[in-house]
T-cell receptor, first 116, second 113 residues
Framework: DTEVTQTPKHLVMGMTNKKSLKCEQH?????MYWYKQKAKKPPELMFV???????INESVPSRFSPECPNSSLLNLHLHALQPEDSALYLC???????????????FGPGTRLTVL | AQKVTQAQTEISVVEKEDVTLDCVYE???????LFWYKQPPSGELVFLIR??????QNEISGRYSWNFQKSTSSFNFTITASQVVDSAIYFC??????????FGAGTILRVKS
């Protein structure tokens, strides 16, 4: 199994809602990532988990709360989002959390989020 | 600081033309990796190639080829005999120490039939 899966594919939520995005991989990768991507822009790193511990937080607002319950699963909890948070949210995983050897990041298909 | 520059915002070609996408990078790391990703309209990022900083050999994969030149800090991507299915956004990216992938702004490629 060489894929990263993300659910849901599409999500529409109001500014007062609480929702979660889910990401799963079964490649035995020990690093997992959340990216945010606006239309026609490059992905922007949000969070990195290494060995299930948060290792990088790119100054993301607290209305985004990541969670890594186990080595295969990564969640992104959303609360009180703003319309400008509407974007494609991409999850990725890679084998080596130290960042160098053979560290290709495999990306999931993304969740397209719309905040009303 | 690490930086990737894709100066071509958008390129339009007619099917069967060859097209080269430029990528210039900056890094102080001695060991680093360079990547190309394709993002079709469906949105998924598709991995195309990874090249480490010690391997300057050019690579060819079907209609795709890559030219890595450390002397000019460039990692250019050529599509030969382009097809409509090649229409996508192409991102060049750099990963050095610290497990962070830095993307260029992307080049939108439109291939017309």
């Amino acid at each position: 199994d060489t894929e990263v899966t993300q659910t849901p594919k599409h999500l529409v939520m109001g500014m007062t809602n609480k929702k979660s995005l889910k990401c799963e991989q079964h490649m035995g990768h020990r690093a997992m990532y959340w990216y945010k991507q606006k239309a026609k822009k490059p992905p922007e790193l949000m969070f990195v988990y290494s060995y299930e511990k948060l290792s990088i937080n790119e100054s993301v607002p607290s209305r985004f709360s990541p969670e890594c319950p186990n080595s295969s699963l990564l969640n992104l909890h959303l609360h009180a989002l703003q319309p400008e948070d509407s974007a494609l949210y991409l999850c990725a995983s890679s084998q080596d959390p130290t960042g160098l050897a053979d560290n290709e990041q495999f990306f999931g298909p993304g969740t397209r989020l719309t905040v009303l | 600081a690490q930086k990737v520059t894709q100066a071509q915002t958008e390129i339009s070609v007619v099917e069967k033309e060859d097209v080269t996408l430029d990528c210039v990078y900056e890094t102080r790391d001695t060991t680093y990796y360079l990547f190309w990703y394709k993002q079709p309209p469906s949105g998924e990022l598709v991995f195309l190639i990874r090249r480490n900083s010690f391997d300057e050999q050019n690579e060819i994969s079907g209609r795709y080829s890559w030219n890595f030149q450390k002397s000019t800090s460039s990692f250019n991507f050529t599509i030969t005999a382009s097809q409509v299915v090649d229409s996508a956004i192409y991102f060049c990216a750099l990963e050095g120490y610290g497990n962070k992938l830095v993307f260029g702004a992307g080049t939108i490629l439109r291939v017309k039939s």
